[in-house]
Antibody
Framework: EVQLVESGGGLVQPGGSLRLSCAVS????????MSWVRQAPGKGLEWVAN????????YYVDSVKGRFTISRDNAKNTLYLQMNSLRAEDTAVYYC????????????????WGQGTLVTVSS | EVVLTQSPATLSLSPGERATLSCRAS???????LGWYQQRPGQPPRLLIY???SRATGIPDRFSGGGSGTDFTLTISRLEPEDSAVYYC?????????FGQGTKVEIK
């Protein structure tokens, strides 16, 4: 069974840091792009970052560039999101998701998703 | 950045009725690069449709997608109670990937 389990969320003060983890099982982690997507309370989905299979390509949404770092450890089947200089507007449930698709066509999708971990930035 | 605008914000229909959800892109995108997700309350999103019209594995055939250019639609042909959820369109034509703001489907 394919599983993605996020951890590391919690309450942090503005300006603080947090590292999220996403432990995966049930598929060959090193063969897939991975993604972080967040959802502020009562709001819609916002894509945060993508990382290539070996970490050689990384993309971020502008609002987190320079503050967040996506990384992966293929030996540990784990995806990470290091979040620094946190702001109130970063408060959200953070989901990790596997990026799957048909690379030769440019078709991609996010499936499956983890259950998410809540990050609350507040003093 | 491609902005996706979904309408209506909320759709309230009875079981068995047809639901048509709209997703409009701020610039033309290939239908190859448009997907749809369903999010039930308290759950993570679930892939429904990729490449505008291809159903994901295990998705009932009452869900269908279509459209091209700037206008895309998700149709639920015969609503069932478990279809009560928020539906998001998603484009991956370039970075940043973006989502629409969602359409909430309520079953009366």
């Amino acid at each position: 069974e394919v599983q993605l389990v996020e951890s590391g969320g919690g309450l942090v003060q503005p300006g603080g840091s947090l590292r999220l983890s996403c432990a995966v099982s049930g598929f060959a982690f090193s063969n897939y792009w991975m993604s972080w997507v967040r959802q502020a309370p009562g709001k819609g989905l916002e894509w945060v970052a993508n990382i290539w299979k070996d970490g050689s390509e990384i993309y971020y949404v502008d609002s987190v560039k320079g503050r967040f770092t996506i990384s992966r450890d293929n030996a540990k089947n784990t995806l990470y999101l290091q979040m620094n200089s946190l702001r109130a507007e970063d408060t959200a449930v953070y989901y990790c998701a596997r990026v799957d698709g048909i690379p030769s066509t440019g078709i991609w999708w996010l499936d499956p998703w983890g259950q998410g971990t809540l990050v609350t930035v507040s003093s | 950045e491609v902005v996706l605008t979904q309408s209506p914000a909320t759709l309230s229909l009875s079981p068995g009725e047809r639901a048509t959800l709209s997703c409009r892109a701020s610039q033309g995108i290939s239908s190859t690069y448009l997907g749809w997700y369903q999010q039930r309350p308290g759950q993570p999103p679930r892939l429904l449709i990729y490449a505008a019209s291809s159903r994901a594995t295990g998705i009932p055939d009452r869900f269908s997608g279509g459209g091209s250019g700037t206008d895309f639609t998700l149709t639920i042909s015969r609503l069932e109670p478990e279809d009560s959820a928020v539906y998001y369109c998603h484009q991956y034509s370039g970075s940043p990937w973006t989502f629409g703001q969602g359409t909430k489907v309520e079953i009366k």
